[in-house]
């Protein structure tokens, strides 16, 4: 019964400062914000116009560029909630100013990375500041803006900045690995750091401090091995093939330590994912439905970088200018996300956003080597046009759900469970291409997939939401 009980928590007040209720200084924490976790997602996917180019420089194949990939997010998903609960501990302000800091030393270590060990175990510290970032920064949003409207059309500024650096990410790698190479990508990354890290210092208000709040290092550890594990099943199993001994070690592992986790976070005083949020029928479905979309949309985007590369046999340039539309039609209906949320609900638009990019998927079912990139082109756009629609609501309707002094930990929950989506995804998609010979069967099913994913997420979200969600 102790694991199912909310405790009381006490709450330092003296460090929250007047400075934020400004509007000037209101806007540039979200400015600031909006940095924090742009870029955090051009880091998702800038990486996947230099795979070609990081492969012929540091060798390996597939399952190498996917560690590349999924090491960044595997450790995203994995400390994800211990950053929020941090963040309610002492501060968002000073755990997302270290996250930057962090952020930024890493990138450079990217930058400089030797061979493919170390560039992974950079990407991992990325990720690890990416944990931070995010949450912490919905959490300072979350301080900044009491109002609910206000604060859904904040969010929907910050998820709009992402979304643009996400789909922006494939352009911008090919534009800088052309000109100067791919270790490019991870160094432009210094200025972002350090102009968000000056906005941070000088404009945000520093939250409420829960000092109750324990860091549940058992659960960290279980998630980590969790997520670990499963990622590695997934991608080995794409290059060993699924009957090897250590692929099915491997997703044994996953098990047992998933059901570690289970077992310590009923029994913790304090869980890092505590059960109980998810007695909230709203809570659970957009936690799900954020895990889906991720699986769908991140893995997809892994699939037809490489399409692009390896079967048309684009440059790093021309595969960067292939996802310009996507990057273009974004920010625009992120922007319209709340303004239709408002008029028709925010679970419904989520449905409208989860269907579109779902219909995408499946125009995209008899894509060819020799496909028009203009056919390609119109269904990109309506699957990015789809998440842009659904990521704003999906976020602010999470948030509403939970009182404001857990708004670290729920933030870190839907992070959590969107990129444990993205390890899936690219770990998935990225197996079923691997085969020799097999790319465009493998991506075929891929599309299948993402489509299938994404209309369950529409179906769980339109059928389970309460009436008034």
């Not at 790093?316 to 039609?329: Q, R």
């Not at 291409?433 to 209309?455: D, I």
Request: with cysteine.
């Amino acid at each position: 019964m102790r694991a199912n009980t909310i405790r009381t928590e006490t709450f330092d007040n003296r460090v929250a400062t007047p400075r934020a209720s400004s509007p000037l200084a209101t806007s540039l924490t979200l400015a600031a914000m909006s940095l924090g976790y742009g870029v955090v997602q051009l880091d998702v996917t800038i990486v996947n116009t230099a795979l070609d180019a990081m492969g012929r420089t540091l060798g390996g194949g597939v399952a190498e560029l996917q560690w590349v990939v999924s090491a960044y997010t595997i450790a995203f998903a994995a400390f994800i909630l211990t950053a929020g609960a941090l963040g309610d501990r002492i501060g968002a302000k000073r755990v997302f100013m270290a996250g930057f800091a962090i952020f930024t030393t890493a990138s450079l270590a990217c930058a400089l990375s030797p061979n493919a060990a170390v560039l992974i175990a950079a990407r991992l510290v990325q990720g690890l500041a990416a944990a931070i970032l995010v949450p912490n920064s919905l959490a300072l949003l979350n301080h900044a803006y009491t109002d609910d409207r206000a604060r859904g059309r904040a969010v929907a500024v910050w998820a709009a900045g992402a979304s643009l650096a996400l789909t922006a990410g494939p352009f911008v790698g090919g534009a800088l690995i052309t000109l100067v190479g791919w270790r490019a990508i991870f160094l432009v990354n210094l200025p972002i750091g350090l102009t968000g890290l000056w906005l941070s210092w000088r404009y945000a208000s520093e939250t409420t401090r829960a000092r109750s709040r324990e860091i549940d290092l058992p659960g960290q550890l279980a998630a980590i091995g969790t997520l670990g594990a499963l990622a590695g099943a997934i991608i080995e199993g794409g290059a060993l093939g699924w009957g090897h001994p250590a692929v099915i070690a491997a997703f044994v592992g996953a098990a047992v330590f998933a059901a570690l986790f289970v077992w310590r976070e009923k029994r913790a005083t304090q869980p890092m994912l505590p059960l109980s949020l998810f007695s909230h029928r709203l809570f659970a479905l957009t936690s799900l439905v954020g895990l889906l979309v991720n699986i769908a949309i991140y893995g997809l985007i892994f699939v037809l970088s490489l399409y692009f590369q390896r079967i048309n046999g684009l440059s790093a340039w021309w595969t960067g200018l292939a996802f310009v539309p996507m990057m273009a039609a974004v920010l625009p209906v992120n922007l319209l996300a709340p303004r239709l949320a408002e008029r028709i609900g925010p679970c419904p638009t989520i449905v409208v956003g989860a269907c579109a990019s779902a219909l995408g998927c499946l125009g995209l079912l008899w894509i060819a080597a020799d496909t028009s990139y203009w056919m390609i082109c119109a269904q990109m756009i309506a699957i990015s046009s789809g998440l842009g629609l659904l990521v704003p609501p999906l976020t602010s309707t999470l948030l509403g759900s939970v009182e404001k002094a857990r708004s670290g930990i729920a933030a870190g929950v839907l992070n959590a469970t969107r990129q444990t989506g993205s390890v899936l995804g690219v770990a998935l998609f990225g197996s079923l291409v691997a085969a020799e010979g097999a790319f465009m069967a493998g991506l075929h099913l891929s599309l299948l997939v993402s489509a299938s994913v994404l209309l369950l997420a529409a179906v769980v979200i339109g059928l389970g939401a309460p009436a008034r969600g």
